[in-house]
């Protein structure tokens, strides 16, 4: 219980409330199925094509 009591400490202190035992960096994302979801990366990627 008392380990429960500090993993609810750190998951209220993050800015979205989640917090990840595995890997820190991923968050739960809404998957296409209603009330399911996926732990993983949003990942996003930006190209310049400009070449100097």
């Not at 917090?19 to 991923?26: A, R």
């Amino acid at each position: 219980m008392g380990k429960l009591a500090v993993y609810e400490k750190q998951m209220l202190a993050s800015p979205d409330q989640q917090i990840s035992m595995t890997d820190p960096d991923s968050r739960s994302t809404a998957t296409s199925g209603r009330g399911s979801g996926l732990v993983g990366y949003n990942v996003q990627v930006a190209v310049d094509t400009n070449i100097i």
